[in-house]
């Protein structure tokens, strides 16, 4: 039996999101190089992998964000910092390492 990596229980979450109408986006994070060799960050240390969102209707959207972990795998002291923020913002955020884990929390939340 083949071994699930995170490539795909992000390729599940991702296709359920777009089963469901959501807009999903790939945010990056980092420290880039300029030609000239000046460092540049890129978003924040720990952010998710991907944001969602969608309209609802009356220019109302919703808009959550996931990161994705191999089977077993779990957040790194950053990843659960930038995520706590998040919801302590009152924005919809987690990790789920695996496609059933990220769909129970999806209906938990409230979204349809």
């Known amino acids: ?8 229980v992000e390729a599940e979450i991702l296709r359920f999101l777009v089963r469901k109408n959501w807009i ?22 720990g952010m998710c992998d991907w ?5 609802t209707g009356n220019r109302v959207v919703q808009y959550l964000e996931v990161e994705a972990k191999a089977p077993g795998k779990k957040p ?14 009152g924005i919809s955020c987690c990790y789920a390492d695996s496609g059933l884990e990220f769909e129970a929390w999806y209906f938990a939340e409230g979204f349809e």
């Open 1 to 8: 039996m083949n071994k699930l990596t995170e490539n795909d």
């Open 76 to 89: 790194d002291p950053k990843q659960r910092e930038y995520m706590a923020k998040r919801r302590r913002q």
């Open 24 to 45: 999903v986006r790939r945010q990056h994070s980092g420290i880039f190089r300029t030609q000239a060799g000046y460092p540049i960050r890129l978003g924040e240390p």
């Open 51 to 55: 944001s969602a969102m969608r309209p």
